[in-house]
């Protein structure tokens, strides 16, 4: 019966420590006053050693330390052991070899002896330098989107374009000044409202759902639009693109809307157009007055030869 409950602890404590090898947890063992650490298993690999080489003290570890974190693990031992706080913390080690820097987490908690006195230290430490070092490319992605958003946003606020951000659902997420002014409408009036809601077009939106459907874009050049009730006074003209914004697997989550107004252009188009008629109609007209001046030349030349 012993020999069985022996062996079923010695299983359990197999298993525990193949969890904790998993897990990249390592339990340790401070003898308090005493300075030495004591685990079961090697402490080298954590600390980026060859086998046997580490010296098993609390000292020893501490001259691993990164030097701007010592002091943070210092006070934290000294709350742990002489205020019975428990020991949460997060520090960065130094491996001789290659002078990498890793990160460990270290927990613990102090057993008290019959006294009441701390008289060991009993710990688990992590190394999470894969979790620090996907935080930290988390952190300089995002610094980056954050860059790239104020860039974007001041282009867009400076471009002459009319834009306007939608969702799925033709909701406003983001418009421009411009856009907002040629709507004659704040932005404050725009962003959250469906598109629709407020300019509604059947004929617009069956083209705004068929980019959706699709993730193709549709442009259109010199497009006339009516502003206002007088057309004598209110018709412009428009380059007018819709663009799907697309998500990384290619699914369709919004759409971009630019609008360029042209209408300057396409009344100086007319007045080039207009002075080429006129051109054109003066060189008709004075072809016609060199033919009669040619005939009446002839006639006069005709006339003096009789």
Not at 282 to 288: I, S, V
Request: charged share 30%; aromatic share 8%.
């Amino acid at each position: 019966k012993h020999a069985e409950t022996e062996n079923a602890f010695r299983h359990r404590e197999e298993q525990y420590r193949l969890a904790m090898r998993a897990a990249r947890m390592h339990g340790w063992e401070l003898k308090i006053g005493t300075g030495i650490l004591e685990s079961p298993e090697p402490f080298e690999p954590y600390f980026g050693l060859s086998p046997d080489t580490f010296k098993g003290t609390i000292e020893a570890l501490q001259e691993l330390v990164y030097p701007e974190d010592l002091p943070r693990l210092r006070k934290a031992l000294s709350r742990c052991i002489e205020k019975g706080k428990d020991l949460d913390i997060e520090h960065r080690i130094v491996w001789p070899k290659d002078h990498s820097i890793h990160w460990l987490r270290q927990i613990g908690a102090v057993l008290l002896d019959d006294n009441g006195r701390p008289y060991r230290l009993l710990g688990i430490l992590t190394d999470i330098t894969g979790e620090k070092n996907l935080e930290q490319e988390r952190k300089r992605l995002s610094g980056e989107l954050h860059h790239e958003k104020d860039m974007l946003d001041v282009l867009m606020e400076h471009t002459h374009a009319h834009l306007a951000y939608l969702d799925r659902h033709f909701t406003f997420l983001k418009v421009n000044d411009a856009y907002a002014n040629g709507c004659g409408k704040t932005k404050e009036e725009l962003i959250g409202k469906r598109h629709f809601d407020l300019f509604p077009s059947a004929e617009n939106k069956r083209i705004f759902t068929r980019v959706l459907r699709t993730g193709k874009p549709v442009s259109f050049m010199d497009k006339p639009f009516l502003l206002g009730n007088d057309p004598r006074h209110a018709l412009t003209y428009w380059n007018w693109t819709l663009e799907p914004i697309k998500d990384h697997d290619g699914t369709v989550k919004g759409l971009v809307i630019s609008l360029i107004d042209i209408t300057e252009l396409k009344m100086h188009q007319k007045e080039i157009q207009k002075l080429n008629h006129n051109l054109i109609q003066y060189a008709a007209e004075l072809k016609a007055a060199n033919a009669e001046l040619e005939a009446f030349c002839y006639s006069v030349s005709h006339d003096l030869r009789a």
